[in-house]
């Protein structure tokens, strides 16, 4: 059995390097793991900064909630671990933070034997910001470590990219992504689990986020109505509020935002616990303000509707031309495979275009229309 990092599942061989380096006291000052968006690439830097500052087993890190260091390196207090994270509009790690880090480090670390910056993502290193940290990261001082992310390497600074080690983190098999999602969320149903498992295509992060996702079940009725309308053509696609298609998408819209702002209360709810009384009344006032008149269909909220079922669509005719069925429930297809491919490219136009336009019903029909015929 390889040496692994503990409760970490998948890259066992990205795990076994960094052990067997951490073990030789040989750790390059400055790694960058690169994959793609959720395959954990974060686990595994809370995973290194664990081996780096846990007394009960050093150069593993425990990972126990017992353990006070690995627990506040896991929930992210740690105060000898920064997460260089963007800020703003603009994405990027301001160069305040940058500075700040680069100062720490010359006095680090606080409690242990190391101080950990990891910069999530590095990409979102800036000229100004990377080369605030660019000294630091060429000549760190013992102890220190950088942990950059990165699902493109080709986006990030080449001065930050020539001083770093990359370590690339591929896709993880189904079977681990299975596992990791089983262990993050149980409570979750064998049929519900599998599918995520399918869409997240080797991304465990993807997969708990479809997973828990409220508004998938909604978003799967909506695929199943616009499967069946493309292959009905004109007279279902224009079946106008009443037909199935729409009643099925104005639901999936208006249970997503009556989700957001049920987060939105919540959020209020939380601040007025904290700074008092006068909050929590303008809190509740709102909320009833707003379970008075039923919310009108927001463009974001149609727009996010309209591209998680492009989305599973995709998803769902990828499925079939590997031979597979697909996702439950929806009606049976038997398209050729160039009429696979047709409709993927149109799938893949409408994402592209549905950003952009004014009218996302107005787009789908049209979407929709053209899915029929290339059937
Ligand atoms: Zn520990």
């Not at 929930?75 to 160069?95: K, S, T």
């Not at 910069?119 to 990261?137: F, Q, R, T, V, Y």
């Not at 008075?292 to 927001?298: L, R």
């Amino acid at each position: 059995m390889s040496a692994a990092f503990p409760n970490l599942l998948g890259h066992a061989q990205a795990q076994e390097m960094l052990l067997r380096a951490l073990a030789r006291g040989q750790l390059h000052h400055a790694i960058m793991l690169v994959g793609p968006r959720g395959i954990g690439k974060a686990t595994l830097a809370r995973a290194l900064a664990c081996a780096l500052l846990c007394n009960v087993a050093p150069g593993l890190g425990c990972g126990e909630s017992s353990c006070g260091i690995c627990a506040r390196v896991l929930a992210g207090n740690h105060p000898d671990v920064d997460w260089l994270l963007p800020e703003g509009a603009a994405g990027q790690i301001p160069i305040d933070a940058a500075r700040a880090c680069h100062l720490r480090q010359q006095n680090a670390p606080y409690e242990g034997r190391s101080y950990v910056i990891v910069i999530d993502p590095a990409d979102a290193l800036n000229e100004a910001s990377g080369n605030a940290l660019l000294k630091a990261i060429e000549e760190p001082r013992p102890g220190v470590h950088f942990v950059l992310l990165a699902t493109n390497m080709q986006a990030v600074l080449p001065t930050i990219l020539s001083r770093s080690l990359p370590i690339r983190l591929g896709r993880l098999s189904d079977e681990e992504v299975g596992a990791i999602v089983r262990a993050k969320a149980p409570e979750l149903s064998e049929e519900r689990r599998r599918m995520a498992v399918l869409l997240a295509e080797g991304s465990a992060g993807v997969a708990l986020e479809l997973a828990l996702d409220p508004a998938l079940d909604r978003c799967l009725v909506v695929l199943r109505e616009a499967i069946r309308a493309a292959l009905a053509g004109p007279s279902a696609v224009f079946a106008g509020e009443q037909g199935p298609l729409w009643s099925a998408f104005s639901a999936a819209v208006q249970a997503l935002a009556e989700a957001e702002a049920a987060a939105a209360a919540a959020a209020a709810e939380a601040a007025a616990q904290t700074t008092g009384k006068k909050r929590r009344q303008s809190a509740e006032k709102s909320k009833d303000e707003k379970s008075e008149k039923k919310p009108k269909e927001a463009p974001v909220h149609q727009r996010w509707v309209a591209g998680r079922l492009a989305e599973l669509w995709t998803l769902h005719l990828r499925e079939r031309t590997r031979g597979r069925e697909g996702l439950p429930g929806m009606p049976r297809l038997d398209l050729s495979a160039s009429a696979i491919v047709r409709q993927i490219g149109i799938l893949q136009r409408f994402v592209g275009r549905v950003e952009r336009n004014a009218s996302v019903r107005l787009l789908l029909e049209q979407t929709l229309l053209e899915l029929g015929e290339a059937a």
